[in-house]
């Protein structure tokens, strides 16, 4: 299983609150979503992106840092994708976990590792340039 990572230049627990408000997600995370996510009834977020129109269910906020989050695909497959942001002194590591689904080629798994890069790059950004 693949981790990929990035040290953001900011508290952690900046770097948290950041990441962990949906609304801020298509800012960030375009992988996940290129549009505003519109939060459901049942605690499920719908949200459309590069994968089509999908739903997301976030962990409940807490102390320490983790930020996974359910997303459940247009076929209704659902994959749980481990996310961190880890205090590092006065900065912040954020670690996601790809998870290759079944079926995925290695060229698959690649693609999803080089999106995931592109979107903590993308975090970092824009919390460095904030």
């Known amino acids: ?65 983790v930020l996974d989050h359910v997303v459940r695909l247009p076929d209704g497959t659902e994959v749980l994708n481990p996310l961190r942001v880890v205090p590092w002194g006065d900065v912040a590591e954020v670690v996601f976990s790809v998870r290759p689904r079944e079926g995925m080629s290695d060229a698959d798994v690649e693609a999803d590792v080089a999106a995931v890069t592109e979107d903590l790059a993308t975090l970092k950004g824009v919390l460095e340039s904030a």
């Open 1 to 65: 299983m693949p981790h990929v990572s990035t040290v953001i230049a900011r508290p952690w627990r900046e770097v948290y609150a950041y990441a962990a408000d949906p609304a801020h997600l298509p800012s960030w995370a375009a992988g996940l979503s290129t549009s505003t996510l519109t939060p459901g009834d049942d605690g499920w977020w719908t949200a459309t992106g590069p994968l089509g129109t999908v739903r997301v269910r976030f962990c409940e906020r807490n102390e320490f840092g």
